[in-house]
Each structure stands twice: as structure tokens, then as C-alpha cells.
């Protein structure tokens, strides 16, 4: 028998440490869970695949010889995407721009989806190039919805960010100027008045380059978002991260560089500048302060020291 839990990726092995017992817990458990998960989906298990974060996930052929991907998420930690909601994205989308989703279990966390290609990271594309594809992509997939989903409203997503920053800031040592923290809180007010001033769309809530997978068939979109969020809002949010990546271009000329990547995303989608603005802004914040708590210093201290730089940037004017 394979000894799954001596072959967990890294990033997946900071987040079961910051679980600590319920970390422990779960790499105890893993190899008799993928084991009988295997047995009962009839897969035939294969190679892990690295570069996730909050599952583990194995490649896999079913019994009728269909390419598929077993995902085992991890114990929820504050900052990851909820199971269920991410269930939900991926039935709504019904393999439209989102993987293909085969087969669930809410109660083991598990789930199969269509195998795909690689990602965008792998690739050679330019930033530019990126930011393009995914813009195009979220276009295709902001689909107007109702409230009858099980997905994470935008109210709710907005009042955990506030007591997240805020709790995180502190637990860290206040790793950043108070003013960051400030107008993090204002920008998230903001947001949460213009809550009722659009219509309501599928969030992916996480479309950076390494969730975005060529397809490997015919099918008319030639990329596919994995690993959503599964959240009901606003467009803005999503093009908020495409604000916090890429931030070597950030770093010497900040300012300059943060307004370019606004007008691009702006001209990409036709979205509201301030809203991708204050959403790129709280999103630099808080994923670096979240990376501060796994990591303790790198990328986390940088994305900080750039979210201090924005603060001379107001309002954005198209």
C-alpha cells in the first residue's frame, strides 16, 4: 500500500502544521481515506500532483479508462474556501470555464473532476498574456444568479475580511503601518454600501495564474478555472486578485505599476475601476498577512510593504 502521507507537497504541509492537532489528525487518516475513496469510486490511483495548497490531490484513471483528478481537502482554515461552496461553484458552471465535477462526498471532502492540462504558471506566457486569458475567461463565468445557492454572500464575505485583517495584524506582530489596516477597513465599508448597487454574478474568489488549466479536448473554451471559492457578489472581487499577483512588477515603481494594472483590467472587463481598486487593495492586505501566519516572513513582508506604498493612491479615475 502507497503511504500517502509521506508523499504530502509542501504548501499543503505548512497548512496541516498551522492546523496542529486537527493537522496531525488528518495526515494520520489520509492513507485509509484516498484508500477507500479508491475502492468506492472504482479509480485506479496514480502519481500526486504538486502545487495546491489546501488538498491533496492524486491523479487517477476510473474504471472505464476516462483521465481524472482526486482532491482531498484539508481541515478548514481560516482563509481557505469552504467545501460545500466550492461544490456549488463547480455544479453551477456544469463544466462551463470550471473543471468538470464527476463525483463528491461532503462528509469526506473529497471530490473527482475532469483531468486538465497545465497551468498558467507553467506556461510562457507574459503577465500581460495572463491578466488577458483569465479577464477573458471571467467574462464567460461572472454568470448572474440568485441567492438560493449555497455560496458565501458578499456581506458575509466582507464582514469576515474586516475581523480577519484585524485579528491577523495583531496575531502577527503588527507587521504593517496601522494606516494599512485603516484603509483597509475603509475600503471594505465601501464595498459593503455598494453591496445592493449591482446584480449578484458567480465569483470564483481565487483566479490567480496557478487555477486557470488548459483543457485537453475539444471543448470551445481552451482554459478552465479549478479550485473556486464559491462565492455570490460583485466582478470586482475577482479582478482584486489579479491586483496581488505578479508583484515583482509592483516593486519598484508601485504606484506607477498598481494604476497600470487597474487600466488594463478595466479596459480587459469593463468593471468599475474603484471597485478594483478597493478589492486589490484589501486583497494584498489580507493575503499577506494570512502568508505572514504560515510563513512567518517572505512573500507575506512583501505584499505589506507594497500595500504601505498604495496607501498615497486615493480614488482611481478611468
Same mark, same amino acid.
Given at each position: 500500500m502507497v503511504r500517502w502521507n509521506e508523499l504530502i507537497p509542501e504548501d499543503v504541509g505548512k497548512k496541516l502544521t498551522a492546523l496542529d492537532v486537527d493537522g496531525i489528525k488528518w495526515k494520520n487518516n489520509l492513507n485509509a481515506l484516498i484508500e477507500g475513496i479508491g475502492k468506492e469510486w472504482e479509480i485506479s490511483l496514480e502519481g500526486v500532483i504538486e502545487g495546491g495548497s489546501e488538498a491533496f490531490v492524486v491523479r487517477c484513471t476510473s474504471i472505464n479508462g476516462k483521465k481524472c483528478i482526486l482532491k482531498i481537502f484539508i481541515p478548514q482554515l481560516e482563509g481557505n474556501s469552504v467545501f460545500v461552496q466550492q461544490v456549488e461553484a463547480y455544479k453551477i458552471a456544469n463544466g462551463y470555464g470550471y473543471a468538470k465535477l464527476i463525483k463528491y462526498d461532503i462528509e469526506k471532502k473529497a471530490m473527482l473532476l475532469e483531468c486538465l492540462g497545465l497551468s498558467m504558471y507553467e506556461l510562457t506566457y507574459s503577465p500581460e498574456e495572463q491578466i488577458k486569458t483569465i479577464c477573458s475567461l471571467l467574462k464567460e463565468t461572472w454568470i448572474t444568479i440568485d441567492e438560493n445557492y449555497c455560496l458565501k454572500p458578499m456581506k458575509e464575505l466582507i464582514q469576515w475580511f474586516r475581523k480577519f485583517i484585524i485579528d491577523s495584524w495583531e496575531k502577527t506582530g503588527k507587521p504593517c503601518d496601522k494606516k494599512v489596516i485603516e *484603509?483597509?477597513?475603509? @475600503? #471594505?465599508?465601501? *464595498? #459593503?454600501?455598494?453591496?445592493? #448597487? @449591482?446584480?449578484?454574478? #458567480? +465569483?470564483?474568489?481565487?483566479?490567480?495564474?496557478?487555477?486557470?488549466?488548459?483543457?485537453?479536448?475539444?471543448?470551445? +473554451?481552451?482554459?478552465?478555472?479549478?479550485?473556486?471559492?464559491?462565492?455570490?457578489?460583485e466582478p470586482g472581487y475577482d479582478l482584486g486578485i489579479l491586483m496581488r499577483e505578479w508583484i515583482d512588477e509592483f516593486e519598484d515603481f508601485p504606484i506607477e505599476k498598481a494604476k497600470e494594472r487597474i487600466s488594463l483590467l478595466f479596459k480587459e472587463t469593463g468593471i468599475d475601476i474603484q471597485s478594483i481598486w478597493e478589492w486589490g487593495f484589501i486583497q494584498l492586505v489580507s493575503t499577506g498577512l494570512f502568508l505572514k501566519l504560515i510563513e512567518g516572513t517572505g512573500l507575506g513582508d512583501r505584499m505589506l510593504t507594497i500595500s504601505s506604498e498604495w496607501l498615497s493612491i486615493q480614488n482611481i479615475k478611468q
Open positions: *484603509r483597509a477597513m475603509l @475600503y #471594505l465599508e465601501s *464595498r #459593503l454600501i455598494s453591496v445592493n #448597487l @449591482y446584480e449578484p454574478v #458567480l +465569483v470564483h474568489g481565487d483566479p490567480h495564474p496557478g487555477n486557470i488549466l488548459q483543457t485537453l479536448n475539444d471543448d470551445p +473554451v481552451s482554459f478552465k478555472f479549478i479550485d473556486p471559492d464559491g462565492i455570490i457578489g
